[in-house]
């Protein structure tokens, strides 16, 4: 594929998040549009070709920084979780001022991401983003429109609904749209078809639905992803629910807003389902089945692919990354955040941070660690023998006793940790060096647990007391020179690893 000058809109949002990386690693040029600078992760790197510009969608682009010698552009723009009771007039208006704009540039071509949906049946979210295509394709740009319905991956709104229904709840009377039909496409086939239509001749001026292989209920969605899960649930659907009520259910019972819980609720109820493939052939593609696709969602979580393929082939030809791309998911999960302010230079911290585990040890209460590590061995888990590769660097995708690296960024100061322990869920370990508002700088740690089950909760509530005196102890020793002194070496690595230097290592795998 020939090299071009990309705009991506929505570039903070789930899929321009996931498409970015994958524009950067084929080569193009892409400058993302966001609402607000301090919001979006990834700062501009020239040397990457990533340009970012700060522009607001409801008003006229004319005067902005945003470039007009472009070859195409993707609109993933959309008000799904907005609570504006006329959501579907500023839809419009941003679409409106998007094709404006386009019409002062030299793009041959715009990607829209629309949805599925019969005309005269759609919900008056589809609805909205039906009339977005038509508003769109009135400009002098043509625009290839991609149809989709539920997208599965980690952190997609509607497949994290249920998964919060189906860890939750192990019976559920639920309204009757669960049994509403719906063809789900995993995230990955989403972003190889976004990617494939760019500067495809054949795919100017067309429309095409996206899918996954199977055409399913959401109550079936729910039995598989339960199945695929080890979860037995029941699925009650009863018809007195309206769809109002169904949003406060969702809203009770899940981690989503109102907002977000009614649009999606209107939108489930209605089948959303493709009517032909012809994708298939512009875009060849063996797609993943719905379980697959929930597999690859728990396979850790989304963030990990980025930063063991897309990051690591960004790296090997610029030397740099978008390792800011990995965040923690948000939806579902307890947090314990803690933060301590920093007495000693920021380097000096850092260095102690990136040293934890292996021979150095945990800092602080490495008896409690060595019992944790114990205890994980006994239930076939790794422990704490496999150590680390270095004693003093870290990368992503080292194995750090029974941690995995995600993100190790000296510069940004943020080392992103994941358990691979035995756990009735997943859970994260993140640091990162912070400016205080108050003025200094603090060391913040967030632990986040995402269960499984009923099980996977009385595990969190379990450990939660523990946890101010490991987590504080530990934030305390990296953060104070004396303290993390007095707790490094040989010594320290003996307390917390019963086998001592005799443990045997597994290969960092």
Known sequence: MVSMKVL?????????????????????????????????????????????????????????????????????????????????????????????????????????????????????????????????????????????????????????IIRDLVEKLPAMITPRWVRSRTQPIAVRDALAYLLGVLDHADALGETFDIGGPEVLTYQTMMERYGAVRGLRRLVIPIPVLSPRLSSYWLYLVTSTSFPLARNLVDSMTVDVVGHDDRIQSLVPRDLLTYEDAVRLAFQRIEGQAVASSWIDALGTRTGKSLDALVQIPSHGVYRDVREVPIDAERTDVIDRLWRIGGATGWYYASWLWGLRGLLDRLVGGTGL????????????????????????????????????????????????????????????????FRPRGLLGRAYWYAVTPLHAVVFGGLLRSIATPERATSMTGNDSRRAHDPLGDHAPRDEDD
Not at 119 to 127: V, Y
Not at 414 to 426: D, N, S
Request: net charge neutral; hydrophobic share 40%; charged share 25%.
């Open 385 to 448: 023998r496999r150590g680390r590769r270095h004693p003093s660097d870290l990368r992503a995708g080292d194995a750090l006793d029974f941690w995995r690296v995600l993100v190790a960024n000296r510069e940004a100061g943020r080392l992103l940790l994941y358990a691979e322990m035995r756990l009735p869920g997943e859970a994260w370990l993140e640091f990162t060096v912070e400016c205080a508002p108050s003025g200094g700088r603090v060391l913040r740690q967030s632990a986040v």
């Open 8 to 160: 991506l809109t929505g570039a903070n949002g789930y899929i321009g998040k996931r498409l970015l990386p994958l524009l950067l690693e084929a080569g193009h040029e892409v400058h993302c549009v966001v609402r607000s600078r301090a919001r979006f992760a990834v700062t501009a790197d020239e040397a990457l070709g990533l340009h970012v510009h700060e522009a607001d969608l409801l008003e006229p682009l004319h005067g902005t920084d945003l470039p007009t010698d472009i070859d195409a552009a993707y609109y993933l723009v959309h008000s799904l979780s907005s609570g504006a009771s006329d959501f579907a007039r500023l839809e419009e208006r941003a679409a409106r001022a998007f094709a404006d704009y386009l019409a002062t540039t030299s793009a041959r071509q715009l990607i829209y991401l629309g949805g599925l949906g019969e005309d005269g049946t759609l919900s008056a979210h589809l609805a909205s983003r039906r009339h977005v295509e038509g508003v769109l394709r009135n400009g002098p740009v043509p625009v290839t429109v991609l149809r989709a319905g539920i997208i599965v991956g980690s952190g997609s709104a509607s497949f994290e």
